[in-house]
């Protein structure tokens, strides 16, 4: 149960993010000075560009020690769906692949 929560979430978490970059780059291309630019308008954007990076930067730091701590293989992957789509697409995926190796090591 926990664990399909966790993929729904991926699979939002991917979508709805996407739902606005998808127009702009139609728009404008992949223009990261006109990207950042927006991302930086007002302090309002500022504090949610500040506050999702920041968040990027612990959760690549959790994926790489749980991770590692408890043996799971590919880590890459979770950081470079951070990266490419969000903390709202990594940190899902992440749990749900996780939730799924405990489960496997644990014999459920």
């Known amino acids: 149960m926990k664990r399909n929560l966790y993929l729904i979430l991926a699979v939002l978490g991917a979508i709805c993010p996407y739902y606005y970059f998808?127009?702009?780059?139609?728009?404008?291309?992949?223009?990261?000075e006109l990207f950042v630019d927006q991302l930086f308008v007002n302090k309002i954007s500022s504090f949610f560009g500040m506050d999702v990076i920041v968040s990027m930067l612990v959760l690549i730091a959790f994926v790489l020690f749980e991770g590692k701590r408890i043996g799971m293989?590919?880590?890459?992957?979770y950081m470079i769906a951070t990266v490419t789509v969000g903390v709202s697409f990594g940190l899902p995926l992440f749990l749900y692949f996780r939730e799924r190796y405990v489960q496997k090591i644990n014999g459920i």
């Open 22 to 32: 998808i127009p702009f780059i139609f728009e404008n291309g992949l223009d990261v």
């Open 73 to 77: 293989r590919n880590l890459g992957v």
